[in-house]
Structure formats: C-alpha cells, structure tokens
C-alpha cells in the first residue's frame, strides 16, 4: 500500500464527520512550524528570506500542542525551517501521535541519523526527507557538497531502525529525466516507502530563474511522465493528471493551515497576507473564494500539491471512476 492503513481510516472517519457536520471548508493537514532557523540556505526556499527577521521566534511547546488542538486535521507536518533544530521536537512528536494524529516530519536529512534515538518507529509516524536531486544536482542548489550523501546515510539509518521514511522532490526549471529517474533508482535501492514530487512555488523573494510557468510545468510533468510511471510515486494519480494539463482543479487554500512562531498564515501555506492568532480567526476572516479561484496574481502560476491535492480528496466522493483509481492506486 502507498499508506498505512491507519492514515487512510483516521482520514475517512475524519471526512465522513465532516459531511454530516455540513462543514463546509475543513483542514486536511495541519502546518506546524515550530522555529523556521535552519541549517541551509537551498535555493528555492522562501521560508528563510520571508522570516528573516523572526528567525529568532519559536513556538513553545504547549503554544504547538494547542495549534494541534485547534486545528481538527488528522495529519500533522512538523516543517520549517529544520524542525529537528527545534529543542522539543521528541517530546512534540511523542505528544502528537499520543492524541492520535498521523505526523510528517520533513527534514533536510542534515541531523537525520544523529536524532533517531529521540524517537520511536511507528505506523503513525513518517519522516520525510527532501531531496531534489542526485548528489551533484542537490548539493548545487543548496551550494555545500556533500548534503546529499549525509542525508543519504540518515535515510539509511532511519529504514535499519525500522521507520517509515518518505521523500519530497520539488521539479525546477532545470530538473531533467534522466537525473530525477537516478536520483528514484537510488532512493529506491535504500528502500524509501515513497516519493512525492511537486512543481516549485515563485516565491517573491528568490531569483524566479528556476521556477516555471503553469504551462512549462504541464510540459515538464508530461516529459516526467515515463519516470513517474516507473517508481512509487505519492502523488496522487488525479493530481499528477492536473499536473500534466490533463484535468482541471480549483484549489483548496485552507485544505493545509500553516501555524508559525507568528501565528496562523493567511491565506495558505505559500502566500502570507498576514498572521492570525487563532485557527478560527483564520477560517473566518481570510477572503477564500479568490484564492479558490486562482484570482490573486500570486496563484497565476501555482500548482503545488499543498492546494490541490485537498482538492483530489475533497471531490472524490462525486466520481465513482476516480474514487476506484485511487483505491487501485494505493494497493500497488
């Protein structure tokens, strides 16, 4: 299965309470940034430059907890900045999956291997490693050598203790076939559960030299094509459909709140308008319906999956067909 079984119950018992609630607009995924200090300065990342001034801020450990009980979402994404530099986060996660919730955390791989002993394996637990390339394609864009290989040996270490271990692969401008099928190859051979990938976000602040428009991404992804259909691909088929121009999706702004040292991020995970101190605050005063509509200049070019695929979930119950091809999907 692409999924543990346990991720796919808490999610259909979580919509179904949804539905007959009548709630309208509902978190998928909660955001948690518990401090956005980092280790790297990668290319692409908007997160160090757009907070460079709050580097400084972090949320504490009970001002986590309770963005986790504000925020109804079955699954929590402990990101950042580099959440293993955050002091707490062993007993954040413990906390965490001890009321039920499924978490990701998404590391660069840096501290990967030196803080497996803070946790425990578990179903309920993913550790994602981000890596956008084969070695001399990933350590350029961050500009160190020798990034890839230490996270390389964390993800090894990692499958020995008996963790679930994921990847996450943003496609630039440059991002070739042949290096994101070696870089696959190799992932593989380690014995990753999955690979997710997605287009990369123009954040305002970073060189837009390696973004691509929404029609090169639909160019690229239909030349990633014979790639992706050779590896274990987390995407969502109906989202990699959307991907390569083949079905059209609105998205789903509030499908992945985000929760920061500043507070909650309006209006999604990509675009900051401002912060709110309290989810509800959030749900209720951001202007949703024009990012639904890809109405605001900064969505012109957007297709990340943290809008679209809620999308994917929230529509499945209108199609038989697609509900079908998601259940064949995930059984491969």
């Known amino acids: 299965m692409k999924f543990p079984l346990s991720l796919h119950w808490s999610m259909t018992r979580y919509l179904v309470k949804m539905r007959r609630k009548g709630v309208e607009r509902f978190p998928l995924v909660l955001m948690l940034e518990p401090t956005h200090r980092c280790n790297l300065q990668c290319t692409g990342c908007g997160r160090i430059r757009e907070y460079r001034e709050t580097l400084h801020m972090e949320l504490s ?51 990967l291997e030196s803080s497996l002993d803070r946790f425990r394996p578990s179903s309920r637990l993913t550790l994602n490693v981000h890596l956008d390339g084969p070695p001399e394609v990933h350590d350029q864009l961050i500009g160190t050598p020798g990034i890839f290989e ?23 401008r440059e991002t070739r076939p042949e290096t994101l099928d070696r870089l696959f190859h190799e992932l593989t051979q380690v014995g990753v559960d999955g690979l997710l990938v997605a287009p990369a976000y123009h954040y305002e602040a970073v060189d837009d030299g390696i973004f691509l428009t929404k029609e090169e991404i639909i160019q690229k992804f239909r030349q990633m094509e014979p790639v992706l259909k050779r590896h274990k691909i987390l995407s969502t088929p109906l989202y990699l459909d959307f991907l390569m121009g083949r079905r059209a999706l609105r998205c789903t702004p509030w499908g992945n709140p985000t929760r920061n040292p500043k507070g909650w991020k309006s209006p999604c995970y990509l675009i900051t308008d401002g912060h709110y101190p309290t989810f509800q605050q959030l749900m209720e005063a951001t202007p949703w319906e024009r990012f639904v509509t890809g109405d605001d200049p900064r969505c012109r070019n957007c297709m990340m999956h943290c809008g679209f695929e809620p999308t994917v979930v929230r529509e499945l119950s209108g199609s038989l067909k697609d509900l079908w091809r998601m259940i064949l999907w995930n059984l491969q």
Do not use: M, W
């Not at 270490?157 to 990847?167: L, Q």
């Open 61 to 111: 450990l009970s001002q986590c907890l309770e963005s986790v009980r504000e925020c109804p979402a079955p699954v929590v994404t402990i990101t950042g900045g580099e959440p293993l530099l955050y002091e707490e986060i062993d007993s954040l996660v413990r906390e965490i999956l001890r009321v039920g919730r499924h978490i990701y955390l998404c590391t660069n791989g840096l501290l």
């Open 150 to 172: 230490r996270a390389l040996n964390g993800i090894r270490a990692a499958k020995a203790k008996g963790f679930r271990v994921t990847t996450n692969t943003t496609i630039y």
